[in-house]
């Protein structure tokens, strides 16, 4: 699918606010509502717009300890990263886990908990427990300095 200009203008606005009617989106656009809710709809069938979600705070629900966890394997096999994935998926404190490359580290992981005494149940009970898991490194953030859901836009080139 080409994008023109409004698919970027609607994929910015989205992006922003996920909840916005399709009126007020075709307002902000410039575009009455049936051509814009089409091309919404034509978006999401191509799968440019993956799914909406709604985004929760965490330290409203007391999710105030996040953490960075770089996982070393035992064995670099595709049924040993198998395994791994499938449990770590299976953790909800879990929210990002990345195969990585250029550390000594195979696997970075975001956790949420509560506090440090969950981490270290959850890490003890559940990350270590994991078969071919041979290193752990725990970082923990200090501070959010940015973070957000949007992809850059910039880069897309119109006919």
């Known amino acids: 699918m080409q994008l023109d200009k409004l698919d970027k203008r609607i994929l910015q606005a989205l992006q922003k606010d996920g909840t916005i009617t399709n009126l007020e989106l075709a307002e902000k656009i410039g575009l009455s509502p ?3 809710a089409r091309r919404v709809k034509l978006l999401e069938e191509v799968g440019i717009i993956d799914r909406r979600v709604t ?6 629900l007391d999710l105030k300890l996040t ?17 791994f994935e499938q449990k770590v998926r299976s953790f909800p404190e879990v929210v990002e886990c990345l195969l990585i490359t250029g550390q000594s580290a195979d696997y970075q992981l975001k956790v949420l908990v509560p506090d440090m005494e969950y981490y270290q149940e959850f890490l003890l009970n559940k990350i270590t427990r994991i078969e071919g898991v041979t290193g752990v490194h725990s970082s923990f ?10 992809l850059p836009l910039d ?5």
């Open 141 to 150: 953030m200090l501070r959010e300095v940015c973070n957000t859901t949007e």
């Open 55 to 60: 985004l929760l705070n965490p330290s409203k």
């Open 155 to 159: 880069h897309l080139n119109y006919k």
């Open 67 to 83: 953490a960075l966890i770089q996982i070393s394997m035992d064995r670099h096999t595709p049924d040993r990263f198998e395994i």
């Open 34 to 36: 049936s051509p814009c």
